[in-house]
């Protein structure tokens, strides 16, 4: 199936929406199968459709165990894991590549040169959706708990498809949707990326924030805040971008957009405020974004109440696991920027003593204001206990900025866990966030939270 075929294809479906998808005896190559449940999407649907589905991944089987355990019942998928292949990339009909897989790969570069036609799980949903209410929603934090409560909201109206980057598969969601159903997508920057070959943006737009985040992967942060602008640029007049009136780089994208835009802040929520069960002023924003998008689809205020009153939010972000000798555990592994710890900081009252469990690979981001709360004294408004760091190059920058840290050095994060439980007494808090990536020490940032429940 070469390039035009395969954009003739797309077109054809999205204008007819007819979703008469057909990649049979087709050559796939899926690049990389990854650990959180898109690259098993994409498997999955492709072995759907009969294609000759070819798996390539540099991690190795033992490392994709979990993935791979997912895939036992398609018999129509080879493997090459471990390695990448220069032949798989020349002999093929369509590449499906992860959105982690760096722009510049070589075996991207080989494919191209030999016009073999380079997609994305994102993209290829874009084309054959039926539906023509996407909404989008996109930020550095706090981005999945908006798109988990907007969904939330939206079902007490609407069939509704929650899917993206949300460890929910867009491909595996496809044959649920029909056109009247209202699709919420949380898109990450490196999702975003890829609409620049499709020239498609969602109906509705929504931003909660911009921060530092995946320096290491961006040139700069105006390499960043580019990526994430494209979830409007190709937007047009009868679309809406709903945007965080309180940041001030978001606010300002309102100039940019072709779209109509309409703001949120935090006040939106106080209206609600006994009916929210979440914790932190930072969730206030993300009620508010829900809530905003609510009402454009005209969503009842009791609806609105009532699904508020029933969300605890989400895996991984500021959940609290287990309460033990008056002890309370939370789990917010979800906090990968050092921003995000400070707003989990911010979550619980003064003169609370919080044991923390941070550290770990650095993303390139600057650390300065969350040592100052760290090495804040309790007697002057400080919270932090005690601090345990888990190995990895952010844990050295942040010692090497604020080398009189004491800090305690966990090996792993059983060790962290056994330490935080023995310095921890009644009333106080365990926190696991991290402020950092994941990667070495844990599969992914998941696999951290896991482990820190397991330990617990």
Excluded at 7 to 16: F, G, H, T
Excluded at 183 to 199: A, G, I, P, R, Y
Aim: charged share 30%.
């Amino acid at each position: 199936m070469k390039v035009d075929k395969i954009k003739i294809l797309m077109k054809k479906n999205s204008k007819n929406k007819s979703q008469k998808i057909n990649f049979k005896s087709k050559k796939v190559l899926i690049m990389g199968l990854g650990l959180h449940g898109g690259g098993v999407g994409a498997v999955k649907f492709f072995a759907k459709q009969n294609a000759r589905v070819l798996v390539t991944d540099l991690r190795t089987r033992s490392e994709l165990k979990e993935s791979l355990s997912k895939l036992k019942e398609f018999k129509n998928i080879k493997y090459v894991l471990g390695k990448h292949r220069v032949k798989d990339f020349k002999n093929t009909d369509l590449i499906v590549k992860n959105p982690g897989v760096p722009k510049n790969s070589k075996y991207l570069k080989i494919a191209k040169k030999h016009k073999i036609p380079i997609n994305t799980d994102i993209g290829l949903f874009f084309e054959f959706c039926l539906s023509d209410k996407i909404i989008g929603i996109t930020g550095t934090k706090g981005k999945s708990t908006t798109a988990a409560l907007t969904a939330s909201i939206l079902k007490t109206k609407y069939s509704t498809v929650l899917a993206g980057n949300i460890r929910m598969s867009v491909l595996g969601q496809l044959s649920k949707i029909k056109k009247d159903t209202v699709v919420v997508l949380e898109l990450s920057s490196w999702q975003l990326e890829d609409f620049k070959n499709h020239k498609k943006s969602p109906h509705v737009a929504v931003i909660t924030n911009i921060m530092q985040d995946h320096l290491n992967r961006h040139k700069n942060l105006n390499d960043y805040i580019k990526a994430k602008k494209l979830i409007f640029k190709f937007q047009n007049s009868d679309d809406l971008l709903i945007l965080n009136n309180d940041d001030k780089i978001v606010r300002k994208f309102a100039n940019e957009s072709k779209s109509k835009a309409i703001f949120f802040s935090k006040l939106q929520a106080i209206n609600y405020l006994k009916y929210i069960k979440l914790l932190g002023e930072h969730n206030l924003y993300n009620i508010s974004a829900a809530i905003t998008t609510a009402k454009i689809f005209k969503i009842p205020e009791l609806y609105i109440k009532k699904a508020l009153k029933k969300f605890r939010g989400i895996e991984g972000r500021l959940e609290l696991v287990k309460t033990s000798k008056e002890i309370k555990y939370y789990n917010d592994t979800a906090a990968t920027t050092p921003e995000a710890v400070i707003a989990a900081l911010s979550s619980f009252p003064l003169r609370k003593n919080i044991i923390l469990v941070a550290g770990g690979t650095d993303k390139n981001l600057n650390f300065t204001e969350l040592i100052k709360e760290i090495i804040k004294p309790l007697s002057k408004g400080g919270k932090i206990k005690k601090i345990i760091l888990l190995p990895g190059t952010a844990t050295q920058k942040i010692l090497k900025i604020e080398p009189r840290l004491d800090a305690f050095r966990a090996k792993n994060m059983r060790e962290a866990v056994k330490v935080a439980k023995k310095e921890a007494e009644r009333g106080d808090v365990v926190l696991l966030s991290p402020g950092c990536a994941s990667f070495g020490l844990f599969q992914h940032e998941f696999d951290r939270g896991k482990q820190f429940e397991d330990y617990i």
